[in-house]
């Protein structure tokens, strides 16, 4: 992978980011104080469930 991609990459994940607060930010503020209420546990099981989703999305796409 060339510095370009991740660039582009990089870029995605932040327009995808960005479209929760902007299209509705009541829902976004709901959301973030909901995970603020979470046990690290949960983050970190969430946060692997992330990991594992994006890992398996790029070797279905390679």
């Known amino acids: 992978m060339d510095s370009g991609t991740f660039w ?3 870029a995605l994940v932040l327009v995808i980011e960005g479209l929760l607060p902007l299209a509705s930010p009541a829902a976004w503020r ?3 104080t909901q995970i603020l ?3 690290d546990g949960q983050l970190r ?3 692997l469930c992330s990991i594992a ?3 398996f ?3 279905l796409l390679s």
């Open 37 to 39: 209420q979470l046990r």
């Open 57 to 59: 999305m790029l070797w």
């Open 30 to 32: 709901r959301m973030f």
């Open 8 to 10: 582009v990459a990089l």
């Open 45 to 47: 099981f969430f946060g």
């Open 53 to 55: 989703a994006g890992l």
